[in-house]
Protein backbone atom coordinates (compact mmCIF):
# COMPACT_ATOMS: atom_id res chain seq x y z
CA UNK A 1 0.00 0.00 0.00
CA UNK A 2 1.41 3.38 -0.84
CA UNK A 3 1.76 6.09 1.69
CA UNK A 4 2.12 9.59 1.19
CA UNK A 5 3.50 12.33 3.82
CA UNK A 6 3.79 16.23 2.87
CA UNK A 7 7.08 18.29 3.74
CA UNK A 8 6.12 21.70 3.75
CA UNK A 9 9.22 24.29 4.16
CA UNK A 10 9.34 28.17 3.41
CA UNK A 11 10.46 27.71 -0.14
CA UNK A 12 9.19 24.09 -1.25
CA UNK A 13 7.08 21.61 -1.12
CA UNK A 14 7.37 17.78 -1.69
CA UNK A 15 5.70 14.50 -0.95
CA UNK A 16 7.47 11.84 0.17
CA UNK A 17 6.25 8.09 -0.74
CA UNK A 18 6.62 4.63 0.92
CA UNK A 19 6.02 1.87 -1.59
CA UNK A 20 6.68 -1.37 -1.22
CA UNK A 21 8.06 -2.60 -4.80
CA UNK A 22 8.01 1.41 -5.89
CA UNK A 23 11.44 0.98 -7.86
CA UNK A 24 10.00 -0.94 -10.38
CA UNK A 25 7.45 2.03 -10.85
CA UNK A 26 10.25 5.04 -10.30
CA UNK A 27 9.71 5.84 -14.39
CA UNK A 28 5.91 6.37 -13.60
CA UNK A 29 6.45 8.11 -10.14
CA UNK A 30 9.45 10.62 -11.62
CA UNK A 31 7.36 11.43 -15.45
CA UNK A 32 4.60 12.84 -12.89
CA UNK A 33 6.94 15.58 -11.62
CA UNK A 34 9.72 15.82 -13.88
CA UNK A 35 8.92 17.11 -17.67
CA UNK A 36 11.37 14.63 -20.09
CA UNK A 37 15.23 15.68 -19.29
CA UNK A 38 18.31 14.20 -18.61
CA UNK A 39 18.68 12.57 -15.04
CA UNK A 40 21.86 11.60 -13.32
CA UNK A 41 21.87 8.47 -11.48
CA UNK A 42 24.59 9.17 -8.27
CA UNK A 43 24.86 5.71 -6.79
CA UNK A 44 26.81 3.84 -4.99
CA UNK A 45 29.60 0.91 -5.32
CA UNK A 46 27.62 -1.41 -3.54
CA UNK A 47 24.13 -0.53 -4.50
CA UNK A 48 24.98 -0.16 -7.83
CA UNK A 49 25.46 -3.57 -8.93
CA UNK A 50 21.80 -4.57 -7.75
CA UNK A 51 19.78 -1.62 -8.34
CA UNK A 52 21.07 0.50 -11.10
CA UNK A 53 20.51 -1.63 -14.15
CA UNK A 54 16.84 -1.66 -13.14
CA UNK A 55 16.69 2.20 -11.99
CA UNK A 56 18.50 3.07 -15.58
CA UNK A 57 15.47 0.73 -17.24
CA UNK A 58 12.80 2.65 -15.65
CA UNK A 59 14.05 6.09 -16.38
CA UNK A 60 14.78 5.01 -19.94
CA UNK A 61 10.95 3.22 -20.45
CA UNK A 62 9.76 6.75 -18.75
CA UNK A 63 11.23 8.50 -21.55
CA UNK A 64 14.33 9.92 -19.68
CA UNK A 65 17.46 10.14 -20.92
CA UNK A 66 19.81 8.06 -18.18
CA UNK A 67 23.10 8.94 -17.35
CA UNK A 68 25.28 6.68 -14.10
CA UNK A 69 27.88 7.57 -11.66
CA UNK A 70 29.28 5.16 -9.18
CA UNK A 71 30.48 6.91 -6.50
CA UNK A 72 32.88 4.58 -3.99
CA UNK A 73 31.12 3.53 -0.91
CA UNK A 74 31.37 4.99 2.54
CA UNK A 75 31.60 7.80 4.49
CA UNK A 76 34.56 8.36 3.02
CA UNK A 77 32.81 9.56 -0.40
CA UNK A 78 31.77 13.27 1.96
CA UNK A 79 34.59 14.82 0.38
CA UNK A 80 35.93 17.70 -2.00
CA UNK A 81 37.12 14.77 -4.28
CA UNK A 82 34.29 13.61 -4.74
CA UNK A 83 31.92 16.47 -4.95
CA UNK A 84 34.50 17.76 -7.61
CA UNK A 85 34.29 14.73 -9.48
CA UNK A 86 30.39 14.71 -9.49
CA UNK A 87 30.09 17.99 -10.75
CA UNK A 88 32.72 17.91 -13.81
CA UNK A 89 30.37 14.87 -14.75
CA UNK A 90 27.69 16.93 -14.65
CA UNK A 91 29.28 19.72 -16.29
CA UNK A 92 30.78 17.12 -18.90
CA UNK A 93 27.17 15.74 -19.70
CA UNK A 94 25.82 19.66 -20.04
CA UNK A 95 23.61 19.13 -17.72
CA UNK A 96 21.33 22.05 -17.42
CA UNK A 97 18.89 23.47 -14.99
CA UNK A 98 16.28 21.64 -16.61
CA UNK A 99 18.27 18.34 -15.68
CA UNK A 100 18.01 16.42 -12.36
CA UNK A 101 19.64 14.18 -10.07
CA UNK A 102 18.83 10.73 -8.68
CA UNK A 103 20.54 10.07 -5.49
CA UNK A 104 19.95 6.40 -5.00
CA UNK A 105 21.79 4.61 -2.05
CA UNK A 106 22.56 5.54 1.70
CA UNK A 107 22.58 8.26 3.71
CA UNK A 108 26.05 9.07 1.80
CA UNK A 109 25.14 9.45 -1.78
CA UNK A 110 22.30 11.71 -0.36
CA UNK A 111 24.34 13.94 1.49
CA UNK A 112 26.98 14.56 -1.18
CA UNK A 113 24.27 14.35 -4.14
CA UNK A 114 22.00 16.75 -2.33
CA UNK A 115 24.93 19.49 -1.77
CA UNK A 116 25.96 18.65 -5.41
CA UNK A 117 22.80 19.37 -6.61
CA UNK A 118 22.75 22.44 -4.51
CA UNK A 119 25.11 24.28 -5.77
CA UNK A 120 25.54 22.85 -9.41
CA UNK A 121 24.38 25.90 -12.06
CA UNK A 122 23.16 27.67 -8.45
CA UNK A 123 20.78 24.60 -7.84
CA UNK A 124 19.35 21.66 -9.95
CA UNK A 125 16.74 19.23 -9.12
CA UNK A 126 17.11 16.31 -6.84
CA UNK A 127 14.69 13.39 -5.95
CA UNK A 128 16.04 11.27 -3.33
CA UNK A 129 15.58 7.53 -3.26
CA UNK A 130 17.18 5.82 0.04
CA UNK A 131 18.35 2.24 -0.14
CA UNK A 132 19.29 1.82 3.75
CA UNK A 133 17.01 2.19 6.39
CA UNK A 134 18.94 4.90 8.25
CA UNK A 135 18.27 7.19 4.87
CA UNK A 136 14.81 6.03 4.52
CA UNK A 137 13.92 6.90 8.04
CA UNK A 138 16.10 9.95 8.52
CA UNK A 139 18.67 11.85 6.27
CA UNK A 140 16.60 11.38 2.78
CA UNK A 141 13.98 13.86 4.55
CA UNK A 142 14.58 17.71 5.89
CA UNK A 143 17.18 18.78 2.71
CA UNK A 144 20.45 18.72 4.75
CA UNK A 145 23.17 18.06 2.63
CA UNK A 146 26.73 17.84 3.82
CA UNK A 147 30.24 16.70 3.33
CA UNK A 148 33.15 16.22 5.23
CA UNK A 149 36.24 18.03 6.08
CA UNK A 150 39.06 16.35 8.45
CA UNK A 151 38.03 18.62 11.35
CA UNK A 152 34.92 17.26 11.17
CA UNK A 153 31.59 15.35 9.94
CA UNK A 154 29.19 17.29 8.24
CA UNK A 155 30.84 20.78 8.32
CA UNK A 156 30.17 21.78 5.00
CA UNK A 157 26.66 21.87 3.50
CA UNK A 158 23.51 23.24 2.18
CA UNK A 159 19.74 22.96 3.13
CA UNK A 160 18.17 22.17 -0.11
CA UNK A 161 15.35 20.01 -0.40
CA UNK A 162 14.49 17.45 -2.93
CA UNK A 163 11.67 17.11 -5.53
CA UNK A 164 10.39 13.71 -4.39
CA UNK A 165 11.68 11.13 -1.89
CA UNK A 166 10.53 7.36 -2.87
CA UNK A 167 11.44 4.66 -0.32
CA UNK A 168 10.81 1.42 -1.27
CA UNK A 169 10.70 -0.74 2.08
CA UNK A 170 11.48 -4.09 0.33
CA UNK A 171 15.19 -2.76 -1.11
CA UNK A 172 15.84 -3.13 2.61
CA UNK A 173 16.27 -6.97 1.94
CA UNK A 174 20.00 -6.38 0.35
CA UNK A 175 21.37 -3.90 3.18
CA UNK A 176 23.53 -5.78 5.81
CA UNK A 177 21.62 -6.90 9.20
CA UNK A 178 23.72 -4.43 10.84
CA UNK A 179 22.84 -1.83 9.23
CA UNK A 180 19.11 -2.62 9.17
CA UNK A 181 19.70 -3.19 13.24
CA UNK A 182 21.70 0.64 13.27
CA UNK A 183 18.86 2.18 11.32
CA UNK A 184 16.40 0.79 13.40
CA UNK A 185 18.43 2.90 16.43
CA UNK A 186 17.33 5.71 15.23
CA UNK A 187 13.80 4.90 14.87
CA UNK A 188 13.53 4.03 18.43
CA UNK A 189 14.90 7.76 19.05
CA UNK A 190 12.02 8.88 17.06
CA UNK A 191 9.37 6.87 18.96
CA UNK A 192 10.75 8.24 22.20
CA UNK A 193 10.72 11.18 21.21
CA UNK A 194 6.69 11.21 19.75
CA UNK A 195 5.38 8.52 21.88
CA UNK A 196 1.83 7.16 21.83
CA UNK A 197 1.22 5.04 18.75
CA UNK A 198 4.88 5.42 17.54
CA UNK A 199 5.77 4.17 20.51
CA UNK A 200 3.80 1.17 21.07
CA UNK A 201 4.27 0.17 17.36
CA UNK A 202 7.94 -0.10 18.86
CA UNK A 203 7.10 -2.64 20.99
CA UNK A 204 6.36 -5.30 18.45
CA UNK A 205 9.77 -5.26 17.32
CA UNK A 206 11.45 -8.39 18.71
CA UNK A 207 14.31 -9.31 16.03
CA UNK A 208 15.40 -8.05 12.99
CA UNK A 209 12.88 -9.86 10.86
CA UNK A 210 10.18 -7.73 12.87
CA UNK A 211 11.73 -4.58 11.54
CA UNK A 212 11.47 -6.26 7.85
CA UNK A 213 7.87 -7.13 8.62
CA UNK A 214 6.82 -4.23 9.71
CA UNK A 215 9.08 -1.75 7.86
CA UNK A 216 6.71 0.38 6.21
CA UNK A 217 4.55 1.64 9.41
CA UNK A 218 7.86 2.40 11.11
CA UNK A 219 9.63 4.10 8.00
CA UNK A 220 6.30 6.11 8.09
CA UNK A 221 6.07 7.36 11.46
CA UNK A 222 9.81 8.17 11.60
CA UNK A 223 9.13 10.45 8.32
CA UNK A 224 5.98 11.73 9.38
CA UNK A 225 7.51 13.02 12.49
CA UNK A 226 10.27 14.22 10.66
CA UNK A 227 8.62 16.09 8.48
CA UNK A 228 5.99 17.60 11.11
CA UNK A 229 9.53 18.98 12.81
CA UNK A 230 10.79 19.88 9.17
CA UNK A 231 7.91 22.04 8.35
CA UNK A 232 7.73 23.70 11.79
CA UNK A 233 11.73 24.54 12.00
CA UNK A 234 13.56 23.72 8.72
CA UNK A 235 17.22 24.95 9.44
CA UNK A 236 17.33 23.65 13.16
CA UNK A 237 16.88 26.61 15.10
CA UNK A 238 15.06 25.18 17.87
CA UNK A 239 12.48 22.16 17.65
CA UNK A 240 14.48 20.38 14.85
CA UNK A 241 16.85 20.12 17.67
CA UNK A 242 15.16 17.29 19.54
CA UNK A 243 16.06 15.15 16.89
CA UNK A 244 19.79 15.22 18.08
CA UNK A 245 18.27 13.30 21.74
CA UNK A 246 20.40 10.95 21.95
CA UNK A 247 23.61 12.44 19.75
CA UNK A 248 25.45 14.65 22.29
CA UNK A 249 26.84 11.67 24.19
CA UNK A 250 26.35 9.35 20.63
CA UNK A 251 28.41 11.23 18.56
CA UNK A 252 31.41 11.35 20.96
CA UNK A 253 31.11 7.29 21.77
CA UNK A 254 30.94 7.29 17.84
CA UNK A 255 34.19 9.33 17.49
CA UNK A 256 36.07 7.61 20.71
CA UNK A 257 35.11 4.48 19.28
CA UNK A 258 36.78 4.93 16.05
CA UNK A 259 34.87 3.32 13.70
CA UNK A 260 34.32 0.24 15.79
CA UNK A 261 30.45 1.73 16.56
CA UNK A 262 27.59 2.41 13.46
CA UNK A 263 26.04 5.44 13.73
CA UNK A 264 22.97 4.20 15.23
CA UNK A 265 24.98 1.53 17.70
CA UNK A 266 26.66 4.98 19.30
CA UNK A 267 22.55 6.86 19.17
CA UNK A 268 21.41 3.45 21.13
CA UNK A 269 24.42 4.42 23.88
CA UNK A 270 23.85 7.77 23.77
CA UNK A 271 19.70 7.58 23.82
CA UNK A 272 19.80 5.15 27.15
CA UNK A 273 22.43 6.80 28.65
CA UNK A 274 20.83 10.21 28.78
CA UNK A 275 17.75 8.56 29.84
CA UNK A 276 20.01 6.84 33.17
CA UNK A 277 21.74 9.93 33.87
CA UNK A 278 18.48 12.21 33.47
CA UNK A 279 16.61 9.36 35.79
CA UNK A 280 18.85 9.49 38.33
CA UNK A 281 18.58 13.48 38.34
CA UNK A 282 14.79 12.91 39.19
CA UNK A 283 14.20 14.81 35.07
CA UNK A 284 13.36 11.67 33.53
CA UNK A 285 10.13 9.58 34.98
CA UNK A 286 10.80 6.44 35.77
CA UNK A 287 10.98 3.45 34.07
CA UNK A 288 11.59 5.64 30.93
CA UNK A 289 14.96 4.27 30.98
CA UNK A 290 13.95 0.64 31.10
CA UNK A 291 11.33 1.00 29.08
CA UNK A 292 14.10 2.59 26.61
CA UNK A 293 16.89 -0.49 27.30
CA UNK A 294 13.72 -2.72 26.41
CA UNK A 295 13.16 -1.38 23.08
CA UNK A 296 17.32 -1.26 21.99
CA UNK A 297 17.44 -4.53 23.32
CA UNK A 298 14.97 -6.19 21.64
CA UNK A 299 17.11 -6.54 18.24
CA UNK A 300 20.68 -6.37 20.29
CA UNK A 301 21.53 -2.90 20.16
CA UNK A 302 24.16 -1.79 22.76
CA UNK A 303 23.59 0.13 25.85
CA UNK A 304 27.17 0.93 26.88
CA UNK A 305 30.47 1.02 25.56
CA UNK A 306 34.16 1.12 26.92
CA UNK A 307 34.73 3.99 24.81
CA UNK A 308 32.54 6.00 27.44
CA UNK A 309 35.21 6.13 29.87
CA UNK A 310 38.09 7.09 27.17
CA UNK A 311 39.69 10.80 27.39
CA UNK A 312 38.31 9.90 23.40
CA UNK A 313 35.41 10.10 24.48
CA UNK A 314 35.39 13.75 26.18
CA UNK A 315 37.87 15.16 23.92
CA UNK A 316 35.13 14.46 21.03
CA UNK A 317 32.36 16.15 23.90
CA UNK A 318 34.68 19.05 23.94
CA UNK A 319 34.34 19.34 20.03
CA UNK A 320 30.76 19.24 19.28
CA UNK A 321 30.02 21.56 17.06
CA UNK A 322 26.54 22.46 18.53
CA UNK A 323 28.70 24.09 21.51
CA UNK A 324 28.04 28.22 21.42
CA UNK A 325 29.52 30.42 24.18
CA UNK A 326 31.01 27.50 25.87
CA UNK A 327 27.09 26.28 26.18
CA UNK A 328 25.73 23.11 25.52
CA UNK A 329 21.88 21.63 25.27
CA UNK A 330 20.99 18.32 26.09
CA UNK A 331 17.83 16.67 24.78
CA UNK A 332 16.02 14.39 27.39
CA UNK A 333 12.80 13.09 28.08
CA UNK A 334 10.76 13.22 30.99
CA UNK A 335 8.72 10.20 29.43
CA UNK A 336 8.13 8.40 26.97
CA UNK A 337 6.82 11.44 24.36
CA UNK A 338 8.06 14.12 25.93
CA UNK A 339 10.89 15.59 25.22
CA UNK A 340 12.57 18.85 26.77
CA UNK A 341 15.78 20.62 26.32
CA UNK A 342 18.57 21.05 28.97
CA UNK A 343 21.15 24.08 28.64
CA UNK A 344 23.79 23.78 30.42
CA UNK A 345 27.73 24.84 30.59
CA UNK A 346 30.21 22.36 28.59
CA UNK A 347 32.31 22.35 32.17
CA UNK A 348 29.81 21.00 34.03
CA UNK A 349 28.62 18.46 31.90
CA UNK A 350 31.89 17.37 32.16
CA UNK A 351 32.30 17.06 35.30
CA UNK A 352 29.09 15.41 35.92
CA UNK A 353 29.70 12.73 33.35
CA UNK A 354 32.88 12.12 35.03
CA UNK A 355 31.16 11.81 38.24
CA UNK A 356 28.14 9.40 36.21
CA UNK A 357 29.75 7.04 33.63
CA UNK A 358 31.46 4.30 33.83
CA UNK A 359 35.30 4.47 34.73
CA UNK A 360 38.21 2.56 33.39
CA UNK A 361 39.35 0.42 36.45
N1 LIG B 1 21.18 14.70 5.88
C1 LIG B 1 20.75 14.31 7.05
O1 LIG B 1 19.81 14.87 7.62
C2 LIG B 1 21.42 13.14 7.71
C3 LIG B 1 20.84 12.55 8.84
C4 LIG B 1 21.46 11.43 9.37
C5 LIG B 1 22.62 10.91 8.81
N2 LIG B 1 23.16 11.52 7.71
C6 LIG B 1 24.37 11.00 7.08
O2 LIG B 1 24.07 9.72 6.53
C7 LIG B 1 25.29 8.98 6.43
C8 LIG B 1 25.04 7.58 6.90
O3 LIG B 1 24.05 6.99 6.11
P1 LIG B 1 24.03 5.42 5.85
O4 LIG B 1 24.08 4.70 7.13
O5 LIG B 1 22.93 5.14 4.91
O6 LIG B 1 25.46 5.16 5.19
P2 LIG B 1 25.90 4.75 3.72
O7 LIG B 1 25.33 5.63 2.70
O8 LIG B 1 27.37 4.61 3.78
O9 LIG B 1 25.24 3.32 3.54
C9 LIG B 1 25.68 2.26 4.36
C10 LIG B 1 26.17 1.08 3.53
O10 LIG B 1 25.05 0.39 3.04
C11 LIG B 1 25.17 0.17 1.65
N3 LIG B 1 23.80 0.12 1.15
C12 LIG B 1 22.88 1.11 1.17
N4 LIG B 1 21.70 0.65 0.77
C13 LIG B 1 21.86 -0.66 0.47
C14 LIG B 1 20.99 -1.68 0.03
N5 LIG B 1 19.68 -1.49 -0.14
N6 LIG B 1 21.51 -2.91 -0.20
C15 LIG B 1 22.82 -3.15 0.02
N7 LIG B 1 23.69 -2.23 0.48
C16 LIG B 1 23.21 -1.00 0.70
C17 LIG B 1 26.02 1.31 1.16
O11 LIG B 1 26.67 0.99 -0.02
C18 LIG B 1 27.00 1.47 2.32
O12 LIG B 1 28.05 0.55 2.20
C19 LIG B 1 26.32 9.73 7.24
O13 LIG B 1 27.22 10.37 6.38
C20 LIG B 1 25.51 10.76 8.01
O14 LIG B 1 26.24 11.93 8.28
C21 LIG B 1 22.57 12.61 7.16
Known amino acids: MEQTIKVKTAHHAYAVKIIPNGLSQLGIYLSKI ?55 QLA ?23 LAASIYLRGISIVQV ?7 VDSSVGGKTAIDLTAGKNLVGTFYQPDLVLIDPTVLQTLPERLVIEGYGEVIKCAA ?20 KFSSELIAASVAFKAKVVT ?42 ICRLFEKAKLTVSPTTEQVAQRLQAVGLPLTDEALATPAFYAALTHD ?27 KVIIWLKRELPTIN
Open 92 to 114: AWHFTRSDGILAVGGGVIGDLAG
Open 130 to 136: PTSLLAQ
Open 321 to 347: KKIHDGRLTLIYLEKIGQPNFYPWSLK
Open 34 to 88: WSKRQIAIITDENVAPIYAEQVRQQLGSAGFTAQLLVIPAGERSKSWQQLIKLID
Open 193 to 212: LVGSNFWQLTSKIHSVADIY
Open 232 to 273: EDETETHQRQLLNLGHTLGHAVERAAAGRLFHGEAVAIGLYQ
